[in-house]
């Protein structure tokens, strides 16, 4: 998955953080009897060579390779991820499957922004009267946005930089900033005033960097200096990550003690000016002594990345798709939690090194390669009648097509592409499965997306006797990973996890830390819904769940809103990339470009605020939504109406 954060999830299941997996108590340990002589080759690995494989076998040893420090946490700017992608291809071969990419490879592929760098020319400089400073990138400053750089001119205080005549507020007003550059303060005014015009206690769409930058530029400014709030004691958890895009203007923000510094030389004592910061009253300023020069240089790198594709045809032309994301975090350039982790491999042995082995050791299982585990191989205690191995697909059977995604950690962009450009006609895709995060249960799995088909809630619950598991559903599709993309192409789609876990996203995801076990458990269950999916004029009829959850997905719109966005954006906001035909989006002029910073007055920080705020409680019930939008030369509030 690719939470920034731990933003709670709403919705029937709410994925906690998880404790620590308990260890292997005895009876679980015994109710895998089968598995003993698997555990004994893990301690010696001549014998495990000359074992038959098993689908034991199959996802301990997928496993372990895709989570080892060789292949670096097979980031999506790494060489290491063409080295998995090569790895899975070559088991698909071996298990027999059929190449499902393009031109008869396995591969499928698309071009991804996989990295921002920043450029020498990335600096700051401060000329005080009494000092000129060079300023150090890090500690002193940290970039926000780039545009043309770099930029020399004088400085103007223009307080919070916000801009907002709805309610009779203007951090510019009597302020000529042309050709300057200006330094706001970060957040809003009346911050820890409940009822404030600035939202009250949640943070208005005034506060975010974007629209800041945005109205920056809007009033003539060439560059913008962004100054820590003083009077701040509920630090916001900015994005610790915060990736550099352009918006025309470079933006950095200062370290506190550059504030500081930098307002000492303006009229206004320091203490005045955050007491003043703390209401209303700051008045903007002047400071034509203090002179600037910003250059923010952002080096896009693209890649080219693969999806691998295998197929186990079926005898009717229509299929079930086993996917699973295999890319991660790498060195944690991106994404990684906590920023001192920069630098160590993010093995992401559960992430989802575990969803990628399980999807292959399916593969091993249902194509027949892995060692056929019949009936009375199985402890009786363990539940799940399992059928023979290999699916031999009788008379009118869909086939199986199984999918390793990349690009997921950057925004679902696998997914997205293999939605946008499919190697398998859409309308021949019965339903989806997606593996993300299946390593570390306690012995609950979460299924999310049972309501997106009438019939999945009834064939769960009837094998719910049968799993030593228990089973935590949720309607909708849920967490972002690659599910998503199908579920926003009508097509039904069920989701296996077992929970969030302190190690995510961390370097210490590691494969040691995995109960298989259990993940072989869930797995059971996946192997089971998915015989269920592949029976013969098996109606499956997909059902709209949660319609704004679409919107977290990329290439694909919110069927409900029309709304289609950027998931690879990363600064504040929300970029739309389209607007569907005649959805309400469309209807409400909203246009591809947009950022939308702000719905129902509060932020939006990035799509997974924007789909809670326009979750709806009732889909009959029309409401409208005010989203306060940044386009171009303008900032507009864009009325968006459901229905
Ligand atoms: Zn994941
Ligand atoms: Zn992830």
Redesign the pocket.
């Known amino acids: 998955?690719?939470?920034t954060s731990f933003e709670p999830l709403s919705g029937e299941a709410k994925f906690k953080l998880g404790e620590e997996p308990p260890r292997v108590n005895a009876k679980h340990f015994l109710r895998h009897a089968r598995l003993l002589p698997v555990l004994a080759g893990f301690f010696c690995l001549s014998a495990a060579a000359l074992a038959p494989a098993s689908e034991a076998d199959e996802f301990k040893r997928h496993l372990w390779f895709l989570s080892s420090d060789e292949l670096k946490g097979r980031g999506n700017d790494q060489p290491e991820i063409d080295q998995a992608a090569d790895y899975i291809a070559d088991w698909f071969r071996r298990y027999g499957l059929a190449p499902g990419g393009d031109n008869a490879t396995y591969f499928h592929e698309f071009e991804a922004r996989t990295a921002v760098e920043l450029g020498p020319g990335t600096s700051l400089s401060i000329g005080l009267p009494d000092v000129q400073a060079q300023l150090n990138l890090g500690s002193d400053f940290i970039p926000l946005f780039s545009g043309p750089s770099p930029v020399s001119a004088s400085l103007a205080f223009a307080g919070f930089g916000v801009s907002a005549p709805e309610i009779g507020y203007d951090d510019y007003a009597g302020l000529d900033v042309k050709g300057k550059i200006v330094a706001v303060f970060q957040h809003e005014p009346e911050e820890q005033i409940a009822g404030s015009r600035f939202a009250g206690l949640a943070y208005s769409p005034w506060s975010t960097l974007t629209y800041k930058a945005m109205n920056a530029r809007i009033h003539g400014a060439v560059g913008l200096l962004v100054l820590p709030d003083p009077h701040c004691d509920r630090e916001r958890t900015w994005k610790q990550d915060v990736q550099v895009e352009a918006l025309g203007i470079p933006v950095v923000k200062l370290s506190e003690e550059w504030g500081r510094r930098l307002l000492r030389a303006g009229p206004v004592k320091y203490a005045d000016l955050a007491r003043a910061a703390k209401n209303v009253a700051l008045q903007p300023f002047d400071m034509p002594a203090v002179k600037v020069s910003i250059g923010v240089e952002a080096i896009e790198r693209y890649r080219v990345l693969r999806n691998v594709v295998g197929v186990l045809p079926g005898t009717r032309d229509e299929y079930v798709v086993i996917g699973a994301?295999y890319d991660?975090?790498g060195l944690g350039e991106r994404?990684a939690l906590a920023p001192e982790n920069v630098g160590q491999i993010h093995n992401?042995a559960d992430?989802?090194a575990s969803g990628t082995a399980g999807m292959l050791s399916l593969a091993a299982q249902l194509s027949g390669s892995s060692e056929v585990v019949g009936p009375a191989a199985v402890d009786s205690s363990r539940g799940l009648v399992r059928n023979t191995g290999r699916l031999t697909p009788a008379n009118q059977e869909p086939g199986l097509v199984f999918i390793a995604f990349a690009g997921?950690?950057l925004g679902l962009l696998g997914s997205s592409a293999f939605v946008s450009r499919p190697s398998i006609p859409l309308g021949k895709i019965r339903a989806m499965v997606n593996l993300?995060?299946i390593g570390r249960s306690d012995g609950t799995v979460y299924i999310g997306g049972v309501g997106t088909a009438t019939e999945f809630r009834e064939w769960l619950d009837g094998l719910k006797g049968q799993t030593p598991l228990t089973l935590n559903y949720a309607d909708t599709p849920q967490a972002p990973s690659d599910h998503l993309a199908f579920a926003g192409e009508k097509i039904p789609v069920l989701f296996f996890f077992s929970g969030l876990h302190p190690d995510?996203?961390q370097p210490s995801d590691d494969r040691e830390k995995i109960d298989q076990f259990r993940a072989l458990d869930i797995l059971d269950l996946v192997e089971a819904v998915t015989r269920r999916l592949v029976q013969p004029h098996q109606p499956v009829h997909f059902v709209e769940t949660d319609s704004s959850s679409a919107l977290l997905g990329a290439s694909f719109g919110s069927p409900v809103f029309g709304v289609v966005s950027e998931p690879s954006w990363e600064a504040d906001g929300v970029l739309v990339t389209g607007v569907k035909a005649s959805s309400p989006a469309f209807a409400a002029g909203l246009r591809r470009g947009d950022i939308i910073v702000g719905c129902d007055g509060e932020a939006v920080m990035d799509r997974l605020d924007l789909v809670e705020q326009l979750k709806q409680p009732d889909a009959g019930i029309a409401t409208s939504h005010p989203l306060l939008v940044l386009r171009g030369e303008e900032i507009l509030t864009v009325m968006l109406s459901a229905n």
Do not use: I, Q, R
Request: a negative charge.
């Open positions: 998955m690719f939470y994301h991660h975090l994404k992401g992430d989802n997921e950690e993300d995060m995510y996203h």
